[in-house]
């Protein structure tokens, strides 16, 4: 049918798209460290002495923080005409929120670190979308978006299973696979700074 070939053709587009791949890179790491982070946040706090409810408190906030984010940092984006510094934004301010979660060792301060992370990298997802679609236009939205989110799935999956085989055996610690998770965070953070502005934010537009 005709919807099948367009969107095979949109495929075909899209990955001809340098910044869209970079995206896809990035959302791979994003949305894999999402799901990594909240699937073993007990463990992560666990060792350094803290309990169940207040590991469910965290939880929590990072998700407070993320809805917060997820629905502000658009709208500034929107309102100020651009993509690409909200992306090194959140990808920026995600680390010290990462970090945090790594090593704080006062109760206030992991919950800093919770909102933080989940702010940061949450806020990216909404923007990401957006300017997916922007830069692979006039493939459909629908498919790279999908896109997107596949690239999620299986990351979120696999880095699960990563940071669980990862983790120091002796103490359940899970320093090493957080601090590789903040180290494919700065990596994507370079990435970003090579995407280019989307292009439908022009002067008059």
């Not at 001809?16 to 992560?44: K, Y």
């Amino acid at each position: 049918s005709d919807e099948r070939v367009m969107m095979f053709d949109g495929l075909r587009s899209m990955l001809r798209r340098r910044d869209f791949i970079l995206l896809l890179v990035i959302f791979f790491v994003g949305l894999g460290l999402f799901n990594g982070v909240s699937t073993w946040i007990e463990d992560i706090i666990r060792p350094r002495g803290f309990t169940i409810s207040q590991a469910g408190l965290l939880g929590g906030l990072m998700l407070i923080g993320g809805i917060l984010g997820a629905v502000a940092m658009p709208l500034l984006s929107d309102k100020l005409r651009r993509r690409k510094p909200f992306i090194l934004l959140a990808l920026a301010g995600l680390l010290p929120g990462l970090l945090g979660m790594t090593f704080a060792a006062n109760y206030g301060l992991l919950l800093l670190s919770g909102f933080l992370l989940g702010f940061f990298l949450l806020s990216a997802g909404p923007i990401g979308f957006q300017y997916a679609a922007e830069v692979t236009h006039p493939a459909p939205e629908g498919t790279s978006n999908t896109l997107l989110i596949v690239m999620g799935q299986v990351s979120g999956i696999a880095f699960i299973f990563a940071m669980d085989a990862l983790k120091l055996r002796a103490t359940g610690a899970m320093t090493a696979p957080l601090l590789g998770l903040a180290g494919l965070t700065a990596v994507c953070l370079l990435l970003a700074t090579r995407l280019r502005e989307s292009p439908i934010w022009k002067p008059g537009t």
